[in-house]
């Protein structure tokens, strides 16, 4: 079998089509994510840190090597998630969820089911905090992700100062910790504001998502469009399924959700409310 694209004599590790394969057929079964073909080079950039830290010679042997161990596989899976993600991204979406708490005081329940390193599930404890005035409202914010690295970054609440260049004054005093000496050009998020998100690992392709209902407000953002349609549909069938009636699902910027009338229906740009 020929490796990808004749670059195998450049490379470090012998990579073939059918190791790609491989990896494509692994992932979509442990994580549901569809890998486009074009990918072949972010793979092997990816998987190649985890055959050096592990010492093995080929994707072969690592492939072998993954399907044999249990904790290899979370981090192959972290490997190839891709987290991007800022604070107050699509601003608009906090904006819909300000009113929407304001309209909903009884409101208990926020999932963020993409948390990334935490940007997302902070940016909506800020708001949930702003709008009812105290960090310690009757809501719970529920943050997962499939990926157990950037879940931690997330717990610990450590940015780089100017990923909140664009926040007001107001928000950087109230909700971050401005670093000194070695932590010069960092923040971190005040306790106050972690305390009010529960980060956990939860893989969207899991039977048992072992999740309290009814939820109130699901953020799922740009996670869908890693998923073939009827994968799609059987997820966000299951996160209506969780949610109250007089609910909002906020989806990303690329979803669209219009062809399953049957779920949902639209509320507002990429808002959607479940249908019952």
Known sequence: MS????????????????DFERVK???????????????????????????RTLNIHSFKEYLAYVGSCKDEMEHFINALTTNLTAFFREPHHFEALANYLRKRSQTKRI??????????????????????????????ILATDIDSKVLQKAREGVYAQNSISQLSHDYKTQFFYKGKGAQTGRVRVVDEL?????????????????????IDVIFCRNVMIYFDRPTQRKILARMVRLMHS??????????NFTMYPELVAPMGKTIYRPVV
């Open 3 to 18: 490796a990808i694209q004749s670059t195998d004599a450049q490379r470090e590790f012998p990579y073939s089509r059918r």
């Open 111 to 140: 999932w963020c089911a993409a948390s990334s390193t935490g940007e997302e599930p902070y940016s909506i404890a800020m708001t949930v905090a702003s709008v009812f005035g105290t960090f310690t409202p009757n809501v719970q």
């Open 246 to 255: 007089d609910g909002m699902y906020v989806a990303g910027h690329s979803e």
């Open 194 to 214: 972690r305390k009010m998100v529960q980060f956990e690992t939860l893989n969207l392709m899991s039977a048992n998502w072992c999740l309290e209902a009814p």
């Open 25 to 51: 057929s692994l992932l979509f079964k442990q994580a549901g994510i569809n890998l486009a073909d074009s990918k072949d080079a972010m793979v092997y950039s990816r998987l190649a840190r985890r055959l």
